[in-house]
């Protein structure tokens, strides 16, 4: 081998030796110096990380007993990438969305191949996610869906945990409904710390689940599990689980059991009233007045010492149970079409309605505490007067009272007359006359305000939002010679009107013409009347509880101002008040001492009612019947106001609405609230109990088979000879179920007024 063989050999070996040295130098680096950042980084590559939803606090009434809970569920999703995977053509496609629908029939939920299709075009599910298509399913779709996998690919049935309201459609209004969370909400929430919304959330929409939604939510926890190259999990990493942490309960001031009892007299109180013939038309007796449809209402009640929310109705209502997986287009389309009367919208703090006669009590309050007693045409306070029954604006000159210019002459219901009235008997017998030169001497007096009664008005909170702790609630309106023009100015189309004359102060101080107010509004303004004068922003939320017990902050009584109310002017007013229910000329006297109108023999001896009834007449349909009252009168407990749409005078219809709930709320006999378990159970063996009544009061063999017990469905509701029937675990005692219908069918429809006042 020459010299120059030799050096390129050494040239190679170096060379060689030099990238062995290398790749040596290299593997050390990487097993050495950066191993545990390459063991973290291929860690992040298969691990996943998969939040755990909290559960939501629960909503207690004030007893404790729960409202609002959560549940399990059965839920059948579909993955939209695994449907896509299986080479289906549409025609396949189509025929196995077909075959899911049936099965999700067969389980007892009503689907339409549409809403499978709907569900899965959802855009706030991507497309590796499992889309929900159904809740509540039947547990034999776990085995159906599971054993044929090629049939149904993509198809799983899973536990998921969503809202229970475990008395059904009780309270619906006030606790609201939740949903998924939309890009808008999103965009505009700012949750606390910890709380943050992600895509498909759900969050509460109305009611207390949306004004105490942070609350109510938890905090998010995690798990974390690998995975394979294929996205399989392969072990689920216990040691880096963060627990979820549930949301803190709410305790309502509401009472479960009077809010179940003011529900089932207001829905009565509407069926009652849309049985009723219309009355004849007072000035020609061959023309019927408008039918009573009487499509809504609502109840308040409070405590008046303190402002808290006893119960709160509206009617119609719903079931916020169907919002489980969220409502269908045809559902929310149901729930807010007028056709429907609305049962989404919260009349108690949404409807506003004329106060009629009510409005009387705040009229009162201007004419005394602005000294229009005794002053011009007004007589004292005190003096009696013969109520001709009519009345013609002074301002109109000396005009004949028979056939006076039009705008001049007003006159009380049916022209009625009352003989010696003063400012208490003006409330018991509800004279519009003596309220008409109350507001005529206001605005045609220069030594009176020309807004006096609106100012007191405005005193009692009317035209104001109360400050209650629920969503969308609106503020009425008080007719002003200045916001009548700003009306106008705003929108001249809608509001042509810009003028004020001493019409419209007549017409203002008995409550008509544009004055409006929301059941809530008139309830906290006679609520302060009753307890003096301290105006309350309702409660309807006592207190955020923890989980471990623990109060996380308390809602006491939280007074916004006072009114000034003179002795002198409380006791006669409230004698007034007493007389609407005690005096036999009261406007609710039958309403509380007869059970022929639908009443009650109310035990007014220990219980006296102050109360103020009310009939707004409402252009080309029936009045609104409107009933406000407090009791006992001399240290009230509750205070109370019912407004009923299109369904008659306030003593015909809402008086006794009133009477009846008070009652049993004074004399403590308020029945228990049945969950809706209980309340299915019921209804469920309504036919079997009915069967079985006939069975034990029959005489014939006939009967005998008809009401055979054993003719029911395998699986279904079952009866024994006692009696006794079982559904879904609960028993029924036939005899008590068929003495409560009984009693129902026995009480008859409520008839008008004798005197068509109030």
């Known amino acids: 081998m020459n010299d120059v063989s030799r050096y390129r050999m050494r040239v190679l070996a170096i060379i060689g030796l030099s990238m062995f040295a290398a790749l040596a130098a290299r593997l050390w680096y990487?097993?050495?110096?950066?191993?545990?950042?390459?063991?973290?980084?291929?860690?992040?590559?298969?691990?996943?990380?998969?939040?755990?939803?909290?559960?939501?606090?629960?909503?207690?009434d004030v007893d404790g007993r729960v409202m609002v809970g959560n549940r399990t569920t059965t839920v059948l999703t579909m993955n939209r990438h695994e449907l896509d995977e299986a080479g289906f053509n549409d025609d396949e496609t189509r025929a196995m969305l077909t075959e899911v629908a049936v099965e999700i029939n067969r389980s007892g939920q009503l689907m339409k191949v549409a809403d499978v299709e709907r569900s899965l075009r959802d855009p706030s599910y991507g497309r590796y996610d499992d889309v929900p298509i159904a809740h509540d399913v039947g547990g034999e779709l776990l085995v159906f869906f599971g054993e044929r996998p090629d049939r149904f690919p993509g198809v799983r049935v899973a536990e998921s945990t969503v809202r229970s309201y475990l008395y059904g459609d009780l309270a619906?209004?006030?606790?609201?409904?939740?949903?998924?969370?939309?890009?808008?909400?999103?965009?505009?929430?700012?949750?606390?710390?910890?709380?943050?919304?992600?895509?498909?959330?759900?969050?509460?929409?109305?009611?207390?689940?949306?004004?105490?939604?942070?609350?109510?939510?938890?905090?998010?926890?995690?798990k974390v599990v690998e995975v394979d190259r294929l996205g399989e999990i392969v072990r689920e990493r216990a040691d880096l689980f963060v627990p979820p942490v549930p949301g803190d309960d709410i305790v309502l001031s509401l009472d479960v059991d009077v809010q179940y009892l003011v529900e089932r007299e207001l829905e009565r109180s509407i069926h009652l009233a849309r049985s009723r013939e219309p009355d004849q038309h007072p000035d020609d007796p061959s023309r019927l007045l408008p039918t009573f449809d009487a499509p809504g209402g609502a109840v308040v009640l409070l405590d008046p010492m303190v402002g808290s929310v006893v119960a709160m109705a509206s009617y119609p209502s719903y079931d916020p149970n169907d919002s489980i997986g969220g409502f269908s287009l045809e559902q929310w389309t149901a729930l807010n079409d007028p056709a429907n009367d609305l049962p989404m919208f919260n009349r108690a703090i949404q409807g506003e309605y004329a106060p009629g006669s009510t409005f009387k009590l705040f009229t009162a309050h201007a004419a005394w505490h602005e000294e229009v007693f005794g002053v011009g045409a007004v007589p004292r306070a005190d003096e009696p007067w013969d109520d001709p029954g009519a009345y013609v604006l002074r301002a109109c000159g000396d005009v004949d009272p028979t056939d006076?210019?039009?705008?001049?002459?007003?006159?009380n219901a049916g022209e009625k007359r009352y003989e010696r009235v003063d400012l208490e008997r003006s409330l018991t017998v509800s004279s519009d006359v003596y309220y008409y030169r109350i507001g005529e001497s206001i605005y045609t007096n220069p030594g009176h305000p020309d807004t006096a009664i609106q100012d007191a008005a405005t005193e009692y909170g009317l035209g104001l939002e109360s400050g209650i702790t629920l969503p969308f609630e609106q503020d009425g309106y008080l007719p002003t010679p200045a916001n009548r023009r700003l009306r106008h100015e705003g929108n001249p189309v809608a509001f042509p009107e810009w003028g004020w004359s001493t019409g419209d102060n007549v017409i203002t101080a008995i409550g008509q013409?544009?004055?409006?107010v929301t059941p809530l509004q008139l309830a906290n303004a006679f609520a302060t009347f009753a307890n003096g004068g301290v105006r309350f922003a309702p409660n309807v939320v006592d207190r955020v509880v923890g989980r471990d017990g623990s109060t996380v902050r308390t809602f006491g009584p939280r007074a916004l101002s006072t009114v000034d109310i003179q002795p002198g002017f409380r006791a006669r007013v409230l004698e007034g008040l007493r007389g609407v229910t005690g005096d036999e000329e009261g406007t609710a006297y039958w309403a509380f001492n007869s059970e022929a109108t639908d009443g009650v023999y109310f035990p007014l001896d220990e219980f006296p009612i102050a109360a103020k009834t009310g009939t707004a007449e409402?252009?080309?349909?029936?009045?609104?019947?409107?009933?406000?009252?407090?009791?006992?009168?001399?240290?009230?407990?509750?205070?109370?106001?019912?407004?009923?749409?299109?369904?008659?005078?306030?003593?015909?219809?809402?008086?006794?609405?009133?009477?009846?709930?008070?009652?049993?709320?004074?004399?403590?006999?308020?029945?228990?609230?049945?969950?809706?378990?209980?309340?299915?159970?019921?209804?469920?063996?309504?036919?079997?109990?009915?069967?079985?009544?006939?069975?034990?009061?029959?005489?014939?063999?006939?009967?005998?088979?008809?009401?055979d017990p054993s003719s029911g469905e395998a699986g279904g509701p079952v009866l024994d000879a006692s009696g006794r029937v079982i559904v879904r675990g609960i028993r029924v005692d036939c005899e008590d179920l068929i003495e409560e219908v009984l009693d129902v069918f026995d009480e008859g429809p409520a008839s008008g007024s004798e005197d068509g006042s109030g």
């Open 404 to 411: 006076p210019p039009p705008g001049c002459r007003y006159r």
């Open 172 to 222: 619906s209004h006030v606790l609201g409904w939740v949903g998924p969370v939309n890009d808008v909400e999103l965009r505009q929430r700012r949750p606390p710390t910890g709380k943050e919304y992600r895509l498909r959330d759900r969050i509460g929409k109305a009611g207390v689940e949306l004004m105490f939604e942070n609350d109510l939510r938890g905090v998010a926890g995690r």
């Open 30 to 60: 990487l097993q050495v110096m950066v191993s545990e950042q390459a063991v973290a980084t291929a860690r992040s590559n298969i691990t996943r990380v998969i939040p755990v939803p909290a559960p939501r606090g629960r909503i207690l």
């Open 513 to 516: 013409g544009e004055v409006l």
């Open 618 to 707: 409402v252009r080309g349909k029936a009045d609104t019947s409107i009933f406000a009252a407090f009791g006992p009168a001399d240290a009230p407990t509750h205070t109370m106001v019912a407004i009923l749409e299109e369904s008659g005078f306030g003593s015909s219809v809402a008086a006794p609405l009133v009477a009846r709930v008070l009652e049993q709320v004074l004399e403590d006999t308020v029945p228990e609230a049945p969950l809706a378990a209980e309340r299915y159970a019921r209804s469920a063996a309504l036919p079997l109990c009915v069967a079985w009544h006939r069975w034990r009061t029959g005489d014939t063999l006939d009967r005998l088979e008809e009401a």
